[in-house]
């Protein structure tokens, strides 16, 4: 079996969770199991790849180049990992049209990453502002904006009516659709109206292969690894959080180091100068694991996600993860026993837990 595997940006490791997961299940695939993966994305800088393994696709090519990939290299499954929706639009009526006409074994999933409906989560309209005065794309953000405004003055009913066709969109030619929860595939038969038989839930893969174990490298770090966007990430918490750990004499030695990048970044920085924190770094997008392996606490502050890398990444670890309830979050109870503290390093990381939890 040889599987072509689609995405948004390029498989590298660092660019976010949905490429980590597609590098991981390629490469365990071919060592593994033998079976030949060929990555194809659609945004972003061209890989220095020249085994042909990582193709860079144009969405306006995109019919004569998928048919290509297919014939040359035997593919079987198309495994689409898209999140963009122009994507989805432009891509999944062409491979169902090679499907019906040229490969009729052709089999193709999606696995949707997010959490379905997230459209309905209201964001703070203040920071929406912000993001327009920080130089964001003014479009883009007015639109958001708009879109926020409305939240709060039509019913539910009517945005479910609006976004259901950016969910048909997504079973379009699809043979299976694979959320990342039971409680994800619950609200996307809701969003969809389609039968069960139809979609499937299953977790992500582990990031790492660690054999080595110990956790002699702990220190006093806090960590998050995450996109810079406020509307799912919620970081201003984590910085309303950390406010209240520097303002705590007894926690002078800890640090916390947030991973990442996004268009919320100048407004971060802005925010860490006004609040006058001293021990918070923005590192950008970096490998993630040294930091993993070094910090004994990882915050996760999302409010929606489909599941959640930075928390299997903490467990690999052995980092004490400290997440924040949200309705539309569901996956979190299911990686995280509430209350229950796996914690080698005594009182101070449960004191900053319980910090945590007075914010929730």
Not at 206 to 233: A, G, H, I, Q
Not at 299 to 322: K, N, P, Y
């Amino acid at each position: 079996m040889n599987i072509l595997f689609l995405t948004d940006k390029a498989p590298v490791p660092t660019s976010g969770g949905v490429e980590r997961v597609v590098c991981t299940l390629s490469s365990r695939l071919y060592f593994e199991k033998n079976i030949k993966c060929i990555c194809g994305y659609f945004h972003g800088e061209e890989q220095e790849k020249n085994d042909g393994t990582c193709i860079r696709l144009d969405c306006s090519n995109i019919k004569i180049d998928l048919s290509k990939i297919i014939k040359e290299n035997d593919i079987e499954v198309i495994h689409s990992n898209v999140m963009s929706k122009d994507v989805i639009k432009k891509v999944f009526p062409i491979i169902r049209e090679l499907k019906e006409r040229e490969y009729p074994s052709l089999r193709h999933v999606f696995s949707y990453h997010s959490c379905p409906g997230y459209e309905l989560v209201r964001m703070d309209l203040g920071f929406s502002l912000k993001r327009f005065f920080a130089g964001a794309n003014k479009i883009q953000t007015l639109k958001f904006f708009l879109s926020q405004l409305f939240l709060r003055v039509l019913p539910h009913k009517v945005f479910t009516f609006l976004f259901r066709p950016k969910y048909r969109s997504m079973i379009v030619g699809v043979d299976k659709l694979v959320c990342l929860t039971r409680s994800n595939m619950d609200r996307f038969v809701m969003c969809l109206g389609i039968e069960y038989d139809k979609i499937t839930y299953i977790g992500n893969p582990l990031s790492f292969d660690l054999e080595d174990r110990e956790v002699n490298l702990k220190s006093n770090k806090v960590l998050m690894v995450c996109r810079l966007d406020e509307y799912s990430k919620r970081i201003t918490e984590a910085l309303d959080i950390w406010q209240m750990v520097e303002e705590d004499s007894r926690f002078d030695s800890w640090v916390f180091d947030i991973i990442g990048e996004g268009e919320d970044k100048k407004i971060y920085e802005d925010i860490i100068r006004k609040k006058a924190l001293k021990r918070v770094s923005l590192k950008g997008r970096q490998p993630s694991l040294p930091y993993y392996k070094e910090s004994s606490i990882v915050m996760v502050t999302s409010r929606f996600e489909g599941w959640s890398m930075a928390v299997l990444e903490a467990q690999e670890t052995h980092d004490v993860v400290v997440g924040l309830r949200s309705d539309d979050f569901p996956a979190l109870s299911d990686l995280i026993i509430d209350g229950e503290i796996r914690c080698l390093l005594g009182v101070e990381i449960m004191f900053i837990t319980q910090i945590a939890y007075m914010l929730i």
